[in-house]
């Protein structure tokens, strides 16, 4: 509000007086809410959980004009939503109040003996407490994965413990609804996806409420990188929406044929856009039709290839690796429960050690899907890709300087991450105990220095992964309560909800309240610089996302233009002429005959500057080429070279030279055939 000049006449000081004390004596009573204390709603239902946070949340940005916080780039606020809805038991929030949102399902009363979910993915018989609020005697739990985790007053205590960033990862597998024996809605994945997408809004609106109205709370959903900025800039919580499902848009294979087509994916990708979705997996679980995946572990992994069975009609099938990144092992670890719903005489394969790499990469739909993605700004999430398909969606990425890939939970091969952070990606390790957490942090600290990047954490609550157990009360270097926020600006004490106080020490990670709890464990585990990068991993996802929306493909300099070859295959059905090279289309290809020294020549027509070249190879590949310029088509200089090709797709950069012809001179063969190109594409940068 403006100032008012300061006046001197005395006869509107009766008047002024008046008013004042008018609007004393009828108008609300001033609150500390409703003053300076912005951070404090004004009408949080009653009785509801405790934040055990004082302090004013931090604002602004720092001396570089870098916005400050931590980032989970993977959380699942709505999966109780999922799997048919009986699956997680428990809501993020109710109308009706706590009572209502923190009870368990129907069917775990009186003493869980039909918890079926709970006695398989935590062992024992499944038996526990029922009872939610108030009393909490059995959960929330660091080790319950079929129990509410995400309460929005876990996440407020959250953010007011230094969170900025949260992706709300939008999940399910039709699957695993269809096989679990308690569900009160339909197992499509989509329609899961679309109320998970409204309920997150709902949400929004339902924390505006409590601070007198729209755009007022701390939780507010951003499409774009600007917007959360400014969210964040104004010390509230970025919400992303992302999609984590095994079949997205339908499109999944049955006996490897694909049930979707580039019409379906354009249409699903336009629909989750319009959403407000702004990251995504394209796989996850089962293979489907647009990638394979890596592979879930012991008797997990059993299960889970049994549910890919029912799903799609195949098991896994593994190769041995090409190079040294290896999806996860798969073993002959049994899973009797998932086991006996297969056909009689049907069993789950057993597997080589030395071939641990899924067959199945990504498919040409997959690629489709990959590029839809970038030209809608949205960003890939790799995890849970298996090593081929990640290996292709890099190499894409590359070609095209596309930065917009995440690692979110420590599913990526790890191998691959100076190729992410070398993109401008951004990589964020599972919510693991503090001791492994800073281990691993440590071993990826020296890239993270040589790139900038900060880092983050995928705390996947509410995703069936388990979470932090208790160190112990005697522990070393253990949580102190109260504690100092790493800002410095609010005092964080232990959480109650209810009747239940809990405690790191001895209760873990029970839910998502406790995030700033154990990042106090990080930093007393392993010192204050783990904490400062991942107080850095704010600004540093937004640097990606900011780089994805910025993305504009430069200009294939060959496209259509005359190219000529040493040779060409020659087919009664197709041409393999040279011009296939450069039409662009990636359907088509050029291909020589069968020997070692072989070119294709490229004219552009007109001198250019040339710094990077991209060959996308068909199966006959050269293991031995390079790359020449010309100006004149006589004098040719080598700008790259190797030795070691393996295939794929390559991006050649090198210092920006005048050319007008390119040439690729094949040296020695990777196959027994010739060399065979889908598409070569000339860029100046």
């Given at each position: 509000m403006a100032r008012l000049p300061y006046r001197r006449r005395k006869d509107v000081t009766v008047a002024s007086l008046l008013l004042l004390v008018l609007a004393l004596l009828l108008g609300p009573a001033p609150s500390s809410a409703a003053g300076t204390d912005w951070w404090l709603p004004t009408a949080r239902p009653a009785p509801d959980s405790q934040i055990g946070v004082t302090g004013e949340p931090f604002t602004g940005t720092n001396a570089q004009g870098e916005v400050r916080g931590f980032a989970d780039l993977h959380n699942h606020l709505f999966s109780n939503e999922a799997f048919g809805g009986r699956l997680i038991c428990g809501k993020t929030f109710s109308e009706a109040g706590v009572a209502d949102a923190l009870k368990d399902c129907p069917e775990h009363y009186p003493d869980g003996s039909l918890a079926v979910f709970d006695f398989i993915t935590n062992g024992g018989d499944g038996k526990h407490d029922p009872a939610g609020w108030p009393t909490f005697k059995d959960w929330p739990a660091h080790d319950s994965l079929t129990h509410q985790q995400n309460y929005y007053a876990w996440v407020e205590r959250a953010w007011r413990g230094g969170q900025r960033v949260m992706v709300n990862d939008l999940v399910t597998n039709g699957v695993i609804c269809s096989v679990y024996f308690f569900k009160d809605r339909s197992c499509d994945e989509m329609t899961s996806i679309r109320l998970q997408a409204k309920l997150s809004y709902d949400l929004q609106a339902y924390i505006d409420k409590m601070y007198g109205g729209t755009g007022k709370g701390w939780f507010r959903i951003v499409t774009d990188s600007a917007q959360a900025r400014q969210v964040i800039e104004q010390g509230k919580l970025a919400v992303i929406l992302g999609v984590e499902t095994s079949e997205?848009?339908?499109?999944?294979?049955?006996?490897?044929?694909?049930?979707?087509?580039?019409?379906?994916?354009?249409?699903?990708?336009?629909?989750?856009?319009?959403?407000?979705?702004?990251?995504?997996?394209?796989?996850?679980?089962?293979?489907?039709?647009?990638?394979?995946?890596?592979?879930?572990?012991?008797?997990?992994?059993?299960?889970?290839?049994?549910?890919?069975?029912?799903?799609?009609?195949?098991?896994?099938?593994t190769e041995q690796c090409a190079g040294p990144q290896a999806d996860n092992p798969i073993g002959n670890a049994t899973a009797a429960e998932a086991e006996s719903e297969l056909p009689a005489g049907v069993e789950v394969p057993t597997y080589s050690g030395g071939a641990q790499c899924n067959v199945r990469g990504l498919t040409e739909l997959g690629e489709y899907a990959v590029r839809g993605m970038m030209q809608r700004k949205m960003m890939l999430e790799i995890d849970h890709m298996s090593v081929k398909a990640t290996g292709r969606v890099l190499d894409?990425?590359?070609?095209?300087?596309?930065?917009?890939?995440?690692?979110?939970?420590?599913?990526?091969?790890?191998?691959?991450?100076?190729?992410?952070?070398?993109?401008?990606?951004?990589?964020?390790?599972?919510?693991?105990?503090?001791?492994?957490?800073?281990?691993?942090?440590?071993?990826?600290?020296?890239?993270?220095?040589?790139?900038?990047?900060?880092?983050?954490?995928?705390?996947?609550m509410n995703g069936v992964g388990g979470w932090p157990g208790p160190r112990g009360a005697d522990a070393p270097n253990k949580v102190t309560y109260p504690f100092t926020s790493v800002d410095g600006g609010s005092v964080i004490d232990r959480q109650t909800t209810g009747q239940r106080t809990w405690d790191l020490n001895t209760d873990g990670a029970a839910h998502y309240g406790l995030v700033p709890d154990w990042i106090e464990d990080i930093r007393r585990v392993g010192g204050r610089a783990v904490v400062d990068d991942l107080f850095r991993g704010a600004e540093s996802y937004l640097d990606t996302w900011g780089a994805s929306e910025r993305h504009r493909s430069t200009v294939n300099l060959a496209r259509n233009t005359p190219a000529t070859a040493s040779s060409a295959e020659w087919s009664l059905f197709t041409s393999y002429a040279p011009g296939r090279a450069v039409d662009g289309d990636r359907g088509t290809r050029w291909a020589s005959d069968w020997s070692d020294d072989q070119w294709l020549r490229i004219d552009l027509g007109a001198t250019h500057r040339v710094g990077r070249v991209t060959l996308d190879w068909e199966r006959a590949y050269a293991r031995s080429y390079r790359i020449e310029l010309s100006t004149d088509g006589v004098s040719w200089r080598t700008a790259w070279s190797t030795v070691s090709g393996d295939g794929g797709l390559d991006t050649a950069r090198f210092t920006g030279t005048p050319a007008r012809y390119v040439r690729v001179l094949g040296l020695e063969r990777g196959t027994e055939w010739g060399y065979s190109l889908h598409e070569v594409g000339v860029h100046s940068d």
């Open positions: 997205p848009f339908g499109c999944k294979q049955v006996l490897d044929i694909a049930q979707c087509d580039k019409e379906d994916i354009d249409k699903g990708l336009d629909e989750l856009h319009a959403l407000g979705v702004r990251s995504m997996f394209l796989c996850h679980k089962f293979d489907n039709a647009l990638c394979g995946v890596r592979f879930d572990s012991g008797g997990l992994g059993t299960a889970i290839n049994v549910g890919q069975f029912l799903s799609t009609g195949t098991f896994w099938k894409i990425f590359e070609a095209e300087s596309y930065p917009g890939v995440l690692s979110s939970h420590s599913w990526m091969d790890m191998d691959w991450t100076e190729r992410v952070y070398g993109l401008g990606g951004f990589i964020a390790q599972y919510m693991h105990g503090s001791e492994g957490f800073v281990a691993e942090a440590g071993r990826t600290e020296a890239l993270r220095d040589k790139y900038g990047r900060g880092y983050a954490y995928g705390t996947d």
